[in-house]
């Protein structure tokens, strides 16, 4: 029935759709994996690209149907962000297709085929489809169904091989569709059939044919919009399928924990009310937090923002969810370090979600407020929400959380922690509701060892403890000396088959513990995964340019390792990574690895009730405990405390004592975070005059605790005070409006302090030393600029070596000393110093460290080798490095700094680049490498030796090769890594995209006649 002229009409139209749309679809997408895959795989997942033409030329026998497609997901993105109609027409013809194609059985495999985890996907397709799916597909093809999913009960017929035309009008007859559900296709198709059977007589005109176009072009746009007002995608949780399989994938879960069901289905989650919920350590409280944010993303389409206390975590975060973004079409946005902009960019067609430390949190959300852009964040998720409580980031927390429930209504917020003991204060805060469940997928056994005896811990018993076994142990007069305490028994009860950690109260003890075991265990130990071991060792050798930590050297072939923050983190990341994969069977940790990544053991121990010299916590006893317990892999969890008799009553009690509560912070330390809070408000605008500094204050949690945690001076004083200080440091000033009424405006040091999130207390040294800087700028080398940035608050933790401070002083050029005198600091002083000489003089001892630390940054900076720096200052490896961090994260406030003062133009190009030299420091060709989250330099060599010298060569890497030619590396994280370098490239086209539209875009006030 089709005549020849036709059928070329209608491909050469859908070929230039395409084209266009492949245009379209670039500003969002990197389809460059895409395009050198298979053909089967190009059609199915190039929703946004043009499968129509694909499956037309080259896919004749291909199934285009994944069983997520009901969902209208794949065109979801396209639909909402696209403005080309013809590709708009194309995503809502494919849709309906899909739909059809659905009741294809193994339909989701050629769809799912182009997935970063192509191979993990194709196992998928040999299990039925979830009984969810079948209900859900079974309710879209049912009758009384909303009209965007109706239209999914259209058949499309394919155009390259065409079924008779008569068919498809008995069709039309037989069951005429509703006109709103009718097929996009089958209404061209029928235009065209009638078409056909006119031609032979009489041409159609242009005009006609446009006015046809017309009609479809209003028909789909009515489609569209009543496909993108709808929230629920799916039948999960309102989420496509997709979700569903892609957490089975990306995360082997294939069923959620009924109480995740039930937190989901809380009446106050779905009416986005805010919540906190609690549930022990290993409770499975992150992927409650992540469905929500998948929802807010996807079906609310808002971002979201998520914060998380360690960076290490917030790598973790973007790494494990990078997957998902390119999966589903949002954004992953690292600001952690240095790494973040703000404001963020803005991207009109994608919904992003922001992982945040702490501190860069707040940045991101008050630049949000700057630019009135706060109510775009639909839910804000706060991890660990205890952190409230510590010390001064708990002050920032509560600032950020203050500042959203103050200014966006619409904003929800969630938090969760494992440790909260007053729950109550914070739903006041918060206006929250409140989810508890005592869950655990592994029980936890709890058990103390005093002596040779192991008792379990019961705190309901009078005694607190109830007698359990005795020690089993054959020791040797040596042994029985050398470890008093039975650690080898315990934990060769366990290893090496299944692991152990051992927390330690210092980081020399975890190292003295780790080789004081290996000492004596038995040589077959050696043998467990002994070709593994030889590789770890390798790469930890090859991690330190050649150095090899003499204590790793020693333990890691028995498969025993210390964690702690003297270990440069890539040092620390190969350790973990070897524990995880059973490598390793045995850490000895201090504790900050409870709070850190998730890395979870067979058997527990606490070597002391101790951290440092303080006892436990309570939340820190549960933290390390929590650990115990590998989900999927334990029956069960141990934790063991070994206990000395004078410890035994402080541990009963800490054993039975409630959780610690969580007080304000913004008082502590001299209510520094009550004065650089106030600072904020009045330099974001939120409040102008007294009284509404005041009334912000009532929603803060110092308000709430009012009570208990300043109970001499109100609140109200105290906000008096902090302004009178801002006023007397002239951070703030105060002018009259027109109504004569006192306003509280920012000064230009204020808004520079906040805006660089510089602490207040050093705020004036910190432009002094600029100015100072400005006088004489050394610029032939880096070291002025460096002193400059070195951060202020690292100065105190470290004392200079005189001699190592004389060498490096006498190796400077003179041009670097004549300013390093200038700066206070002469050579003669340092001579004598080291010399051992008094000096009458008085000096600055604060520059004269700050300028020794700033020659530790410098000498980085210029070899880029870490270790021969830390043996040049006698300095440990990870106080280096945190010199390092520290001073990446101070240079991007410096610059931040510099912008808000017009005096200080010159820093600002400077500073730029020495902050990124700083954030990365290592030969330049790494840098592109490591900007994907988690890749540390041992890593990024390895990747640059193999080849891959760009985030475009990872971006496109085949996960299998990868893992093939880099040592060590897991297929799970060969993912993540081509995960986060997609994401990445998509970041920036995206942002050069904006640009490029923002310059494109007619000004709306451009002046007319
Ligand atoms: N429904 C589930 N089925 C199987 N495993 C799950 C499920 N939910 C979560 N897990 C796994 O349980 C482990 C612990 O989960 P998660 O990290 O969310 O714990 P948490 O509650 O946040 O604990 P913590 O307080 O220690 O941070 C993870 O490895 C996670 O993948
Ligand atoms: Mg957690």
């Known amino acids: 029935m089709y005549s020849d002229n036709h059928m070329h009409e209608i491909v050469v139209k859908r070929n230039s759709s395409s084209r ?3 245009r379209d679809g670039l500003k969002s997408h990197i389809t460059t994996a895409k ?15 043009h499968p129509y033409t694909q499956d037309m030329s080259e896919n004749k026998g291909t ?29 809502v013809e494919l849709q309906m297709r899909q739909c059809h194609d659905q009741q294809t059985p193994n339909a989701c495999e050629d769809d799912l085929s182009d997935s970063i985890l192509a191979e993990d996907f194709r196992d998928l397709t040999s299990r039925a489809l979830p009984s969810s799916q079948l209900e859900f597909q079974k309710a879209v093809t049912t009758p009384h169904k909303s009209p965007s999913r109706g239209a999914h009960n259209t058949s499309t017929p394919d155009l390259v091989n065409p079924k008779p035309a008569v068919n498809h009008a008995d069709l039309n007859v037989n069951k005429p569709p509703p006109k709103a559900r009718r097929s996009m296709k089958d209404h061209l198709k029928k235009v065209l059939i009638d078409n056909a059977a006119t031609s032979s007589t009489v041409s159609k005109t242009v005009q006609q044919k446009e006015a046809v176009m017309t009609e479809e072009m209003s028909f789909a746009m009515r489609a569209i919009e009543s496909i993108s007002a709808e929230q629920d995608l799916g039948p999960f949780f309102g989420l496509p399928s997709k979700v569903k399989d892609l957490i089975l994938i ?5 069923n959620l924990y009924e109480w995740q069901e039930t937190c989901l289905s809380l009446d106050s989650v779905q009416q986005r009310r805010n919540l906190i919920y609690s549930l022990p350590t290993s409770g499975g409280k992150t992927l409650v937090a992540e469905i929500l944010i998948l929802k807010e993303l996807l079906c609310r389409k ?3 923002l998520l914060i998380l206390p360690y960076i290490s975590l917030v790598q973790e975060k973007v790494r494990g969810l990078s997957s998902f973004g390119i999966e589903l079409d949002f954004m992953v946005e690292e600001y952690a370090g240095s790494k973040g902009r703000f404001p963020p960019v803005k991207r009109r067609n994608k919904n ?20 009135d852009r706060l109510d775009n964040i639909g839910l804000v998720v706060v991890d660990e929400l205890h952190m409230l409580g510590d010390g001064s980031r708990g002050a920032i927390l509560e600032m950020t959380l203050s500042k959203i429930l103050y200014m966006s209504k619409s904003t929800q917020i969630i938090g969760m922690s494992a440790t909260l003991g007053n729950v109550g204060d914070l739903q006041t805060f918060l206006k929250a509701e409140n989810y508890t469940n005592d869950f655990r997928p592994v029980e936890l056994k709890e058990y103390v060892k005093i002596k040779d005896s192991i008792y379990e811990v019961d ?45 330690c109260a210092t980081k020399k003890n975890c190292e003295n513990l780790a080789g004081m075991i290996c000492k004596y265990l038995n040589k077959e130990f050696l043998k467990h995964r002994e070709a593994e071991k030889a590789t770890l060792l390798g790469e930890l050798k090859s991690s330190g340019n050649g150095s090899l930590c003499p204590v790793l050297q020693k333990t890691v072939p028995f498969g025993l390792a210390y964690h702690h923050s003297g270990l440069t983190s890539d040092e620390r990341k190969l350790v973990e990574e070897a524990y995880s994969s059973g490598v390793l069977c045995l850490l000895t940790c201090t504790s900050t690895l409870a709070a850190g990544i998730n890395l979870p053991a067979r058997r527990v121990i606490l070597r002391s009730p101790y951290v440092a010299a303080e006892f436990l916590k309570r939340s820190q006893y549960k933290q390390m405990v929590g650990r115990a317990g590998r989900a999927g892999i334990d029956a069960m969890g141990e934790s063991i405390l070994i206990l000395q008799d004078k410890d035994i009553s402080m541990a009963k009690k800490l054993l039975s004592a409630p959780m610690e509560k969580c007080y304000s912070n913004l008082l502590h330390d001299g209510g520094r975070g009550l004065l650089s809070l106030v600072l904020s408000l009045i330099g974001l605008k939120i409040t102008t005059t007294v009284e509404q500094v005041r009334d912000f204050m009532k929603g803060t949690l110092l308000s709430v605790q009012e009570a208990q945690v300043s109970p001499e001076r109100s609140l109200w004083d105290l906000t008096v005070e902090s302004i009178e200080t801002l006023k007397q440091k002239s951070l703030i000033e105060v002018s009259a409006d027109v109504n004569n009424q006192t306003i509280l405006q920012i000064t230009r040091l204020g808004r520079a302090t906040f805006k660089g999130s510089v602490d207040l207390s050093c705020c004036d040294l910190l432009y002094r030393d600029l100015s100072k800087g400005l006088e004489g700028l050394l610029l032939n080398s880096f070291l002025h600029l460096v002193y400059l940035i070195t951060p202020y608050d690292m100065v105190h933790q470290c004392k200079p070596d005189w001699m190592i401070y004389f060498r490096q002083f006498t190796n400077l050029s003179a041009a670097e000393q004549k300013m390093a005198t200038a700066v206070g600091v002469p050579e003669s002083f340092v001579a004598r110093m080291a010399a051992g000489q008094s000096v009458r003089k008085s000096m600055d001892i604060l520059v004269v460290n700050r300028l020794y630390l700033a020659l530790v940054l410098y000498s980085l900076l210029k070899e880029t080798n870490l270790w021969n720096v830390s043996d040049r200052f006698q300095l440990t490896r990870g106080f280096v490095q945190t010199l390092l961090s520290s001073a990446s994260a101070f240079g991007s406030s410096v610059l931040h700094f510099t912008e808000e003062l017009e005096e200080f133009w010159a820093y600002k190009a400077l500073l730029s680049e020495l902050t990124r030299r700083l954030t990365y420091c290592v030969q330049a060709e790494l840098i592109p490498l490591m900007e994907v989250a ?3 330099e041992h890593r990024a060599k390895q990747l640059y030796n193999a080849g891959y010298k760009t985030l475009a060569h990872l971006a496109n890497a085949d996960p299998q090769i990868l893992v093939q030619t880099i040592e060590n590396l897991f297929k799970r994280q060969a993912n993540q890594i081509i995960a986060s370098a997609k994401m990445l490239i998509k970041e920036k086209a995206e942002a050069l995209q904006e640009e490029v539209d923002d310059l494109l875009m007619l000004p709306s006030d451009l002046p007319s006649l």
């Open 20 to 22: 266009k749309r492949s």
């Open 35 to 49: 395009k050198r895959s298979s053909v089967t795989s190009e059609t199915c997942s190039t929703v946004e690209g």
């Open 63 to 91: 199934e285009l149907c994944c069983s997520d497609n009901e969902d209208l997901f794949e065109g979801y993105d396209s639909i909402v962000g696209d403005s080309s109609f013809l590709a708009k027409l194309e995503d």
């Open 250 to 254: 990306l995360k082997g879960i294939q």
């Open 302 to 304: 808002k971002d979201a």
């Open 352 to 371: 992003s979600l922001y992982i945040t430390t702490i501190e860069k949190g707040h940045s991101l959300v008050n630049s949000l407020i700057e630019n």
């Open 459 to 503: 705190p309901r018993e009078e005694t607190c403890f109830s007698f359990s076994r005795l020690l089993d142990f054959k020791y040797s007069s040596g042994m029985q000396k050398m470890d008093p305490d039975r650690i080898i028994a315990l934990a060769t009860e366990v290893i090496p088959q299944q692991s152990c950690l051992i927390f």
């Open 934 to 936: 988690g890749v540390m």
